[in-house]
């Protein structure tokens, strides 16, 4: 069975920054595409940072040069790190994962994903 499971969220001022955490289990997460999404309140599910087998990212253009995520295998964890964090990132944070297997392109698509996390909070004060 595979579970995703984020952590890191928080309370943090505009400018700060933050490093989400999605730990995986039943899955190796070095051979699978994953993603990063948010929502906030009212507002639909949006994407926000993908990597793909062979480390290819991709970013929606709002966090271009802001967040980074990346993967370390040995600890099957695969992170988003937040910097120069803005109100408006304010959101619930999930992960997911697809189930495919060396998918080398990235996609913003949430039904690209199979597996989702809970989701961890996020709020920036202004």
């Known amino acids: 069975q595979v579970q995703l499971v984020e952590s890191g969220g928080g309370l943090v001022q505009a400018g700060g920054s933050l490093r989400l955490s999605c730990a995986v289990s039943?899955?190796?997460?070095?051979?699978?595409?994953m993603g990063w999404f948010r929502q906030a309140p009212g507002k639909e599910r949006e994407f926000v940072a993908a990597i793909a087998w062979g480390d290819t990212t991709y970013y929606t253009d709002s966090v271009k040069g802001r967040f980074t995520i990346s993967r370390e295998n040995a600890k099957n964890t695969v992170y988003l790190q937040m910097n120069s964090v803005k109100p408006e990132d304010t959101a619930i944070y999930s992960c997911?994962?697809?189930?495919?297997?060396?998918?080398?392109?990235?996609?913003?698509?949430?039904?690209?994903?199979?597996?989702w996390g809970q989701g961890t909070q996020v709020t920036v004060s202004s």
């Open positions: 039943g899955r190796a997460v070095s051979y699978f595409r």
């Open positions: 997911a994962a697809d189930r495919q297997y060396y998918t080398v392109s990235v996609s913003e698509r949430p039904e690209s994903y199979d597996y």
